[in-house]
């Protein structure tokens, strides 16, 4: 299983970011897939997750400013952030769930491998 992030980088207050996760090793189609971040000296957090029939759900920080999807045809999982604040920076993680698991999937305990993050940072 490989799982590959990218499209981080720095933003101001207010603006947007996309980032994508590059899926590999398993058939992804067949699985949720989850986004959560960390930031310094801070738990890992849920932010978002999208089942294999498309449903989500998020984290309440989040919602109704980021959008989670999927494209099952190129093993790709997506992150659109906007009105991004500074509390959104941190390292943000794309995670696939362990087999059998049940949604919605908001727990870490949910999943079982990770990719290696993507530095998201927030800043004027």
């Known amino acids: 299983v490989q799982l590959v992030e990218s499209g981080g980088g720095s933003v101001q207050p207010g603006g947007s970011l996309r980032l994508s996760c590059a899926a590999s090793?398993?058939?992804?189609?067949?699985?949720?897939m989850g986004w959560f971040r960390q930031a310094p000296r801070q738990e890992r957090e849920f932010i978002a997750a999208?089942?294999?029939?498309?449903?989500?759900i998020y984290a309440d920080s989040v919602k109704d400013r980021f959008t989670i999807s999927r494209d099952n045809a190129k093993n790709a999982m997506y992150l659109q952030m906007n009105s991004l604040k500074p509390e959104d920076t941190a390292v943000y993680y794309c995670?696939?769930?362990?087999?059998?698991?049940?949604?919605?999937?908001?727990?870490?305990?949910?999943?079982?491998?990770w990719g290696q993050g993507t530095q998201v940072t927030v800043s004027s």
């Open positions: 995670t696939k769930t362990r087999d059998g698991t049940r949604w919605p999937n908001a727990r870490r305990d949910d999943y079982d491998y």
């Open positions: 090793g398993f058939t992804f189609a067949t699985y949720h």
């Open positions: 999208i089942a294999y029939s498309g449903d989500t």
